[in-house]
């Protein structure tokens, strides 16, 4: 039998912590926020704060609630290293 599949939900990362590698995404929809692990995304230029975003959402047997995988989207710019036009 063929999986049935997830539906897309999107969202907006609420707070991303580039260090640690995980962060938070505020559904579109409203309800918790969803937890979101640097190893879901689908892109290689990380997240910020702001960032508009599309996931599915898994359940997490071991933290007994929901998780997002399939991560998409996000701007890669990294709190912090802002473009500045300072230097020499």
């Known amino acids: ?15 991303w912590n ?13 309800g918790a926020d969803i937890l979101a692990h640097r190893s879901v995304l689908q892109t290689t230029d990380g997240l910020a704060k702001g960032d508009e975003v599309t996931y ?4 997490d047997e071991q933290k007994g ?5 399939k991560v998409c989207g996000g701007s890669g710019k990294r709190a912090g290293k802002g473009a500045s036009g300072g230097g020499l």
Do not use: N
């Open 1 to 15: 039998p063929l999986k049935a599949e997830k539906a897309m939900l999107s969202g907006t990362v609420k707070m």
């Open 56 to 59: 599915e959402v898994e359940y």
């Open 18 to 30: 580039e260090e640690k590698g995980f962060g938070f995404i505020a559904p579109g929809d409203g």
């Open 65 to 69: 609630k929901e998780r997002a995988i």
